[in-house]
């Protein structure tokens, strides 16, 4: 992490330097991400950490914003047969949201901004924030955008996915290639029928196999596909904050940090 963006995470600022930022009404970051869910073989626990502070990082550079520490613990209930990953009850993690961005606004921050990489998370988050004034907390759903969606179905070559799949895999080979090990992806087996439930690593007989705990194929992944689907999301969120800030939005950079 360079000088510029350890200025904008509050974990390494003083207290009255957050103060003056928050009183300039600059916006805050809540991100969310696992630092304790599994990813297939090829990827680490910490997958979902990274992609969340790797585009706070970049919110925060382009709209002069405030990093809130990332919330690495959430609801993440289809992942907990594999060693490792750690889900909260829906009722846990959600007034564990709540809490912290009231206490976020109360401190005085004018826009709130929580960036979620997760998808079972979707909802208890929408709860969690359902009481603030909207004008003041809006929900980013990393991977809910509009250019984000038309990007996969263009590139997407997998039959099913949505975890550590080809896509995931791909935006990792661009975002941070150094912790992806493709010698070791394993693509899940071809579905007999979608079947909602939690994946498991032993029991073949079930829909839900996955011996890798990949669900799709992440070994059609590339660094290529990876760099679409980054500018797409990227899009999308610069659109969703420049729109929420209005007049207070700082003229946007180009570019992608690395």
Known sequence: MGADIVSHCIERLTWDEVARRIAAERPAILPIGAAAKQHGFHLPL???????????????????????????????????????????????????????????????????????????????????????????VRHLRLYQGPRFRRTAEQISEQRHGSHADELETSLMLTLAPDVVDPARAEASPALRHEAPGRLTPSDSTSPNYSRSGSYGDPTLATSAKGEALLAAILDDLGDQVTAALGENAKPQRRGVPR
Do not use: K
């Not at 690495?72 to 961005?101: C, D, K, N, Q, R």
């Not at 009231?102 to 924030?129: K, Q």
């Open 46 to 136: 910490n997958t979902d950490r990274l992609q969340a502070e790797w585009f706070a990082a970049h919110l925060a550079e382009r709209f002069d914003a405030l990093i809130w520490p990332t919330v690495t613990y959430g609801h993440y209930p289809a992942f907990v047969a594999y060693a490792g990953s750690a889900s909260l009850s829906t009722a846990t993690f959600e007034a564990m949201v709540h809490e912290i961005a009231a206490g976020i606004l109360d401190g005085g921050v004018n826009r709130l901004f929580v960036l979620n990489t997760g998808i079972s998370t979707l909802a208890p988050v929408e709860r969690a924030l359902a009481p603030f004034e909207p004008a003041r």
